[in-house]
């Protein structure tokens, strides 16, 4: 998680609405209890520094500026007041119009907040495009804190490694490089009655478990016809997503001169 910020609220003094102030510090009570630390009017009693200079400081030192937007904030906010009254909110307006102006409104510090779904409506046009908070419901409010908190609802899972889709007309492609087959011996032309032991080499490459197959029986009895018809079907298959394939025999049957006992040709082949 990143860096918690601080937070300052920013709202209209209501008299006659004396509830508006209860849920505005109940909201920063739970924040600073939420473990984001939070900054108030209400807090603060009379700043020494007088209340232009400290709401000035404190916007400007805060990573985070709620604003609580109501239809007394907007009216007051625009200018739209009885004159001397709601200059808090006029100057701490003024303050985050230019702030938003002098960064071509690349936002990352100002958003609303509402306690009813009305108050949609008197969100500043400034800070629409960015969405708000509706911080009366519960989801509401994990919404805001999670937004702070940098603690997403979904986080996007990391990226695995790329599927390949052959296209419909054309065969998968397969590298020039894909089979060395070396040194097969020969084997009939005619192959038959195998379909179990192909099965099981077919289940053996689907599973990822498997590693090794190893195929044993006496000399003679088809292992390697067995692996070879099973290739040729893999190749006609696209190799079902291989990227090497590799035959090698050890062929040491009768007296030919396509024995191939000696290990020294195949570390010749692979370290190539």
């Known amino acids: 998680m990143s860096k918690v910020p601080t937070v300052f ?13 209860d849920r505005v510090l109940a909201l920063a009570d739970r924040l600073r209890n939420d473990g984001v630390p939070t900054q ?21 030192a805060a ?8 239809e007394t904030y907007e009216r007051r906010r625009r200018g739209r007041e009885v004159p001397g009254k709601g200059l808090g909110v006029r100057w701490e307006g003024a303050i985050i119009s230019q702030e938003l102006y002098d960064n071509a409104l690349h936002n990352t510090k100002f958003f609303a907040v509402i306690f009813e779904p009305s108050d949609s409506a008197h969100v ?11 911080v009366a419901s519960e989801e509401g409010y994990v919404r805001l804190h999670r937004h702070l908190t940098g603690q997403p609802e979904v986080t996007a899972p990391p990226v695995g490694d790329l599927v390949p889709r052959p ?4 065969p998968a492609a397969t590298p020039t490089s894909q089979l060395i087959s070396l040194n097969l011996p020969q084997t ?7 379909e179990a032991d192909l099965a099981q080499l077919d289940a053996a490459w689907e599973n990822p478990a498997v590693h090794v197959l190893s195929v044993v029986a006496w000399g003679g009895v088809g292992k390697t016809a067995l692996v070879k018809h099973w290739l040729a079907n893999l190749e006609r298959e696209g190799w079902r997503g291989a990227e090497r394939v590799f035959a090698w025999t050890f062929y040491s049957q ?11 040709g195949f570390f010749g082949e692979i370290y190539r």
């Open 9 to 21: 609220v920013s709202y209209a003094h209501e008299p006659g609405n004396p509830a508006h102030g």
């Open 40 to 60: 108030l009017d209400q807090y603060v009693g009379v700043p020494p520094k007088g209340w232009q200079l400290w709401m000035e400081d404190e916007i400007e």
């Open 63 to 70: 990573d985070v500026v709620l604003v609580v937007a109501t």
């Open 124 to 134: 500043p046009f400034f800070l629409k495009t960015f969405g708000w908070f509706e």
């Open 167 to 170: 296209s419909k007309n054309q």
């Open 188 to 194: 009939g032309e005619h192959f038959f009655g195998r």
């Open 254 to 264: 009768g007296t030919g001169e396509d024995r191939q006992a000696s290990s020294e």
